[in-house]
């Protein structure tokens, strides 16, 4: 009967019916048939561990309401948790601690400091160098515009007998023309070669300032002229342009030499005014360039021209307004307002 039945279902259901039969057979010559070897549904708790679950200290339940728990006792690892009530206090455990603690925050803070000091040793050596870069880049510097830029087209170049460095647009002739191959020596060092004193080339006096030393070109009868007082004082004029070649200085009216400047208290040479209305004061050029003075030429379209000095401390006022944009220098001529 029970041989039709099971040959009547399904090939399927035959096949799993097989294969429990077979397990279990192979289970029952093995040992004896444990619970969990059952459905969930069939199986039998007992109350009592099994020796293996009383080794683990596992309690069995129903598969659904089962919790695990592992036995602190027959776990292989024993951590001491200062939490733990259980265990007895041991005050040394944690005075070791403690030092340990301590050894490694001061290990920390001598290891800060001494990246901070590697750190401000490094800075210190850069800056130093960047310092020496700056001292020499300031060394370099045209003493005509007092700008330290140059390029391959108008180069700085250098006296080869009194180390004077101008721009050779700055300078004119010799230099617009062409910068020679080999040595060069300014106007000054020519004269005093040439001359039987040998003078200083450093000593030769403007005419039109009391202060020696820098680009100079001769303004006739023996006399020499600083370039950026015959470029700054508004009479003066070169009669080679473009060279910067023959200094001319017959229209300066005599106001301007009497005039005292308020720099150096010396009314020798011409003296420009400071361009606010109503401002009393007047300096020589090259005592305003030293002082930081704004002295500035315009050029206008129809060959006129303007130059525009401030005293210190309209140079202070005038250099804010021009940060606003409202105001500029032009010259007379052109149509923009002033």
């Not at 259901?13 to 444990?34: A, M, N, S």
């Not at 006129?304 to 804010?320: M, P, R, Y």
Request: proline share 7%; with cysteine; aromatic share 6%.
């Amino acid at each position: 009967m029970m041989d039709a039945k099971f040959h009547a279902l399904p090939p399927l259901k035959r096949l799993r019916i097989l294969q429990q039969q077979k397990k279990e057979q192979e289970q029952h010559l093995d040992g004896p048939i444990t619970s969990t070897c059952l459905p969930a549904k069939k199986r039998k708790e007992s109350r009592e561990p099994t020796a293996a679950a009383a080794s683990l200290g596992m309690c069995c339940l129903p598969a659904k309401k089962r919790v695990w728990a592992v036995n602190p006792d027959s776990s292989p690892i024993k951590s001491i948790s200062r939490f733990d009530l259980n265990v007895e206090y041991n005050p040394c455990f944690f005075e070791e601690e403690k030092e340990e603690k301590v050894e490694l925050e001061k290990n920390d803070k001598e290891n800060g400091a001494s990246v901070l000091n590697d750190n401000s040793q490094t800075l210190a050596e850069t800056g130093g160098e960047e310092d020496g870069q700056e001292e020499e880049d300031d060394g370099i510097k045209c003493a005509v515009c007092q700008s330290t830029d140059g390029d391959p087209s108008d180069p700085i170049v250098f006296c080869d007998g009194c180390d004077l460095m101008v721009h050779a647009t700055c300078y004119g002739n010799p230099l617009v023309k062409g910068v020679p191959e080999g040595d060069w020596f300014c106007n000054q060092c020519l004269a005093s070669h040439s001359s039987q004193t040998k003078k200083d080339p450093k000593a030769f006096p403007c005419c039109l300032c009391p202060n020696t030393g820098g680009a100079m070109k001769p303004a006739g009868e023996g006399r020499w002229a600083h370039l950026v007082c015959a470029l700054f004082v508004p009479e003066v004029f070169f009669k080679d342009p473009e060279g910067r070649d023959g200094v001319d200085f017959t229209k300066v009216p005599s106001r301007r030499w009497k005039e005292k400047c308020y720099l150096c208290k010396s009314s020798k040479g011409c003296a420009i005014d400071c361009s606010e209305p109503k401002c009393p004061l007047a300096f020589h050029v090259t005592c305003g360039l030293r002082e930081d003075l704004c002295i500035e030429y315009r050029e206008g379209r129809n060959r006129g021209g303007i130059v525009a000095g401030f005293c210190k401390n309209h140079t202070l006022l005038w250099k804010k307004q021009q940060q606003t944009g409202k105001f500029k220098i032009v010259a007379r001529d052109d149509d923009s307002t002033q």
